[in-house]
């Protein structure tokens, strides 16, 4: 990257049981998207990303070699690769301590993140709500929802046009 430019970094967890806390050394990270759906800009020093989760985030990049950490938490084990400015020295690479400093910094609060405009949810109420139970065993792998298998003469009836909310409970 250009010294100075404005990169985005797409982080996606393609892990099936691990969440990562993510940082770039010495660089601060505005937060754009989560799981692809935009949110307002919030700026941070780290996240977690969760399996099968998505980040989005915008970096102003300082020139140098900067190495870009997922440390998984709670095991040991992490993943590096490295941020490098078009002015950095080719064999350039920085000495890397366990964590970086970044990863006690800011971290993201999901619970703080706030859809923007366009994809925000419809604030009508719902006409009816629906309780789902995610069951299944993992003796013998059979999963259903409300304790019956896929049945796919037995669908989930909506009417076209109908507002309706899902209690999922796992």
């Not at 590096?80 to 990863?103: E, F, I, S």
């Not at 109420?125 to 629906?130: A, V």
């Amino acid at each position: 990257a250009a010294p100075g430019s404005r990169i985005r970094l797409r982080f996606i967890n393609a892990g099936s049981d691990t969440v990562y806390r993510v940082a770039v050394d010495n660089h601060p990270m505005i937060i754009t998207h989560l799981d692809g759906f935009p949110i307002e800009p919030v700026e941070v020093d780290t996240f977690q990303v969760a399996m099968g989760e998505r980040v989005d985030a915008i970096v102003e990049v300082t020139s140098g070699v900067w190495p870009i950490l997922a440390v998984a938490e709670g095991k040991a084990g992490a993943a590096l690769t490295w941020l490098r400015t078009t002015d950095a020295a080719a064999t350039a690479t920085p000495t890397l301590g366990r964590r970086l400093a970044n990863h006690d910094g800011r971290m993201l609060n999901l619970a703080a993140a706030r859809p923007t405009a366009g994809v925000a949810r419809s604030t009508v109420k719902p006409e009816r709500s629906l309780d789902l139970a995610l069951t299944g065993s993992m003796t013998d792998y059979v999963w259903g929802i409300n304790g019956h298998t896929y049945d796919p003469t037995n669908p989930l009836l909506i009417s076209s046009g109908e507002t309706l909310r899902l209690r999922m409970r796992n």
